[in-house]
């Protein structure tokens, strides 16, 4: 059986990795691009290893939300909620069913991740409940 959460996470990933890549992959720190596929993480993540400078990246480094560990269905709801009217902390934290100090969080960083063109298509979608 699939997991509808599950689904949704890889078509924000999938959506996210062709956003951002449409160039080609390319390493966020030196612009080399022959990359490979380093290690996949059980949230469906993968990380890739650039042969140029040899470190390794996934497809939010350089990003605002790279290193937060949150799924990208609870940014794209998030966002979503944060594009359609101003949320207060408390609010987002009971809509989003996470702690006060994690809304706070996501609100801020997404303030800055929405600034984004690639990650704005990427989660504020109409296609994805
Ligand atoms: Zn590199």
Do not use: Y
């Amino acid at each position: 059986m699939i997991d509808a959460t599950t689904t949704k996470e890889a078509v924000l990933l999938a959506r996210l990795q062709s956003l951002r890549w449409k160039a080609g992959l390319r390493c966020p720190r030196c612009g080399h691009r022959d990359c490979s596929l380093h290690a996949c993480g059980k949230d469906g993540r993968r990380k890739l290893r650039c042969s140029g400078c040899g470190r390794t990246f996934n497809d939010l480094t350089g990003t605002p939300l790279a290193r937060t560990h949150l799924p990208l269905t609870l940014w794209a709801k998030a966002a979503r909620l944060l594009a359609s009217s101003h949320q207060t902390c408390s609010s987002l934290s009971v809509k989003l069913e996470v702690k006060l100090a994690t809304a706070w969080r996501v609100r801020k960083i997404l303030t800055e991740a929405l600034k984004d063109e690639d990650l704005r298509q990427t989660l504020v979608t109409e296609d994805i409940p």
